[in-house]
Every structure is written in C-alpha cells, then in structure tokens.
C-alpha cells in the first residue's frame, strides 16, 4: 500500500483559509485515486473530495462544493486540499486517503490512510 502523511492543519477563524498536503511514498502515487475524509467528535468519518489518477475528474461533498478544491501533483507524490471560506461545522480531523479504483466515496473503499491532520475553525 502507498504510504500517506498529512500536514498543514491547524485553528483559524471562520471565513479563512487552509491548505492540507497528504505527501505519498511506497508506491507509485499516480495509480491511486486520492481522497479527503474528516471526522469530527462523535461523528462518523464523511467524504470530502477526491480526485482521479491524473487530476482531471473530481467529486466533492455537497457541504464543501464551492469552497474547497481537490489538486494533486504527481511529480512530488502529494495531493493538496484548498479550503477558503471556512465555517465552524467545517472543524475536523482531515484524512488522506488513496485507493486503485474510481468507484465508491465509503471510508471502506480506499485501503489506505493517513494518520490525520486537525482542523479547527472558530466563529
């Protein structure tokens, strides 16, 4: 499995922005389709974004559309997540994701993950 470290969380107001990267290793990062995921206390982990092999086909969660863009660069092994316009119900523990396919958006549909990243927005 390709190996997945998260980073560039952290607190900042409604209305900012964030940017994670999920560097990859182990394996060759463009045969996997890369996802974000979050989860937040007491809830289950949900979809955010994902985007194919070589960038050019995304799907977002309806709650971000809009406000966040999914990127990768495979040259440097690493997917990035935009985040603007950031609301408090946006607070979460942000994970990379990756899988072969391009079929479901269920956590059980991508074998590998990073350890996470959070996420905290204030009002």
């Known amino acids: 499995q390709v190996q997945l470290v998260e980073s560039g969380g952290g607190l900042v107001q409604a209305g900012g922005s964030l940017r994670l990267s999920c560097a990859a290793s182990?394996?060759?990062?463009?045969?996997?389709?890369m996802a974000w995921f979050r989860q937040a206390p007491g809830k289950e982990r949900e979809f955010v974004a994902r985007?194919?092999?070589?960038?050019?086909?995304?799907d977002y969660a309806n709650s971000v559309k809009g406000r966040f863009t999914i990127a990768r660069d495979n040259a440097k092994n690493t997917g990035y997540l935009q985040m603007n316009s950031l609301k408090p119900e946006d607070t979460a523990v942000y994970y990379c994701?990756?899988?072969?396919?391009?079929?479901?958006?269920?956590?059980?549909?991508?074998?590998?993950w990073g350890q996470g990243t959070q996420v905290t927005v204030s009002s």
């Open positions: 994701a990756a899988a072969r396919l391009y079929s479901g958006t269920e956590p059980r549909d991508f074998a590998s």
């Open positions: 182990g394996r060759t990062f463009s045969n996997y389709v």
């Open positions: 985007i194919s092999w070589t960038g050019s086909t995304t």
